[in-house]
């Protein structure tokens, strides 16, 4: 492919996604072997359960997690049980940009080879109290002293900014990965990779009552997700996949979400593994996303609003269609983008909303 000129978006052949993912095949976890995968909030949960997996498949696995106690700790014990002393604990806080570069310097510069193979972009909370005075204010207008103190919004500061962050960062190391090829479609495995994991849930596909930042968060992720996956692989050679995840009882519930949901059958950490595992083990896989949801019935599936792909199976495809119409919609949007561009150069298209700008304030001044 040949280079495009600078603010073009390299649209002139297909978007490069793969088909629906099988989830009958056995994954490969030999292609696993000797990548470096790197985890924003590794300590707990899924992240400590991918650590777990990848590095007994001899994967060296660096996680950034604000836990550095259960981090530290952890590390040496997969380190210990691996005999690999190339899995590290860096100290990370997603919200802080300065803490997340330097992960990402660090990391680089502790990998046997130099470069990044896989990010999971993976560390989040759900704050209760936060989303509860969210949708239940104060009365504002009774508050005389001065602006009323702003609402706490580290649910989003951490499940989106933070992804955003790592998004950024991932997509400056894995494109610049030593010894790495763009990926392709049909080709299955390799020395080096080029990978994105974003981690979103249920909640990015369908409301959640009771956590309305927490649902904002991840339908973020997953526009974000929608949007990478159709120009990433294509500028910068990276496979973007997701997970969505239903309820799995890990520390982010809390004991009481975790007791709230036991009745009504939950997704297991093992899934979000298996699933997650076959996204990184596969290089073929590029614009997917895998919903891992609860073994419940085909019924009860479709009353909580998920519809399989596949049937009787625990984890499956979204998505998996919409290809073909938001293909084809951004490819007309990024048409008409281009052939601006192309016109006028990106100093016209500056000034063109300057101009914009300046005629909507003077007009919102009353002139
Ligand atoms: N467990 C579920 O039911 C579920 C379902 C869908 C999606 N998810 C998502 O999966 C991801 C992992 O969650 P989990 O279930 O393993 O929860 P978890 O609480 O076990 O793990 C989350 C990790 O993120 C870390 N973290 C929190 N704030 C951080 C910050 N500012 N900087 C760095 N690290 C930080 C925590 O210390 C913790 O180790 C989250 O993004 C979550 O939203 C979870």
């Known amino acids: ?153 580290r649910t989003l500061d951490i499940n989106l900014n933070g992804v955003m962050y790592t ?9 610049r990965n030593p010894g790495s090829e763009k990926c392709q479609v049909g080709k299955h495995s390799g020395t080096r990779d080029r990978h994105l994991i974003l981690v979103a849930s249920i909640a ?12 904002a968060a991840k339908h973020g992720v997953v526009g974000l997700f929608r949007t990478l996956r159709l120009t990433t692989p294509l500028k910068s050679g990276i496979r973007v996949n997701m997970i969505n995840p239903y309820f799995v009882d890990t520390p982010i519930l809390g004991p009481l979400g975790a007791f709230v949901m036991a009745g009504g059958g939950m997704a297991t950490v093992k899934s979000v593994v298996e699933a997650t595992s076959r996204l990184v083990a596969d290089q073929g896989i590029i614009g997917r996303a895998l919903v891992i949801g609860p073994n419940t019935s085909e ?26 119409q938001t293909d084809l919609f951004t490819r007309r949007i990024v048409g008409v983008t281009n052939l601006v561009t192309q016109a006028r150069g990106w100093v016209g298209i500056w000034s063109d909303i300057r101009k914009n700008l300046s005629r909507k304030l003077w007009k919102s001044m009353g002139y």
Not at 52 to 63: D, F, K, L, R
Not at 167 to 175: P, Q, V
Not at 300 to 324: N, S
């Open 1 to 153: 492919m040949s280079q495009p000129q600078p603010g073009v978006i390299p649209y002139g052949s297909s978007v490069i996604y793969s088909g629906p993912v099988d989830i009958a095949r056995p994954i490969n976890h030999d292609n696993i072997r000797g990548k470096t995968i790197v985890i924003t909030g590794g300590a707990s949960g899924f992240g400590a359960a991918c650590l777990q997996e990848w590095a007994s498949h001899g994967a060296n696995v660096i996680i950034g997690d604000i836990n550095e106690k259960a981090g530290t700790e952890l590390v040496a014990r997969i380190r210990q049980s691996t005999g690999n002393q190339n899995h590290h604990f860096i100290p990370l806080d997603v919200t802080s940009w300065p803490s997340q570069a330097a992960f990402f310097k660090q990391a680089a510069r502790l990998s046997p080879h130099g470069g990044i193979d896989h990010v999971m972009a993976n560390a989040g909370i759900a704050d209760a109290p936060e989303q509860l005075v969210f949708e239940d204010p104060p009365d504002y207008a009774r508050m005389d002293d001065g602006p009323p103190p702003k609402p706490a919004m």
């Open 167 to 175: 998004t950024h960062l991932a997509i400056s190391y894995l494109s």
């Open 204 to 215: 990015g596909l369908a409301g959640l009552a009771g956590q309305p930042l927490y649902a």
């Open 299 to 324: 019924e009860d599936a479709k009353a909580m609003g998920l519809e399989r792909a596949i049937e009787d199976q625990a984890v499956w495809d979204c998505y998996a269609h919409d290809f073909e």
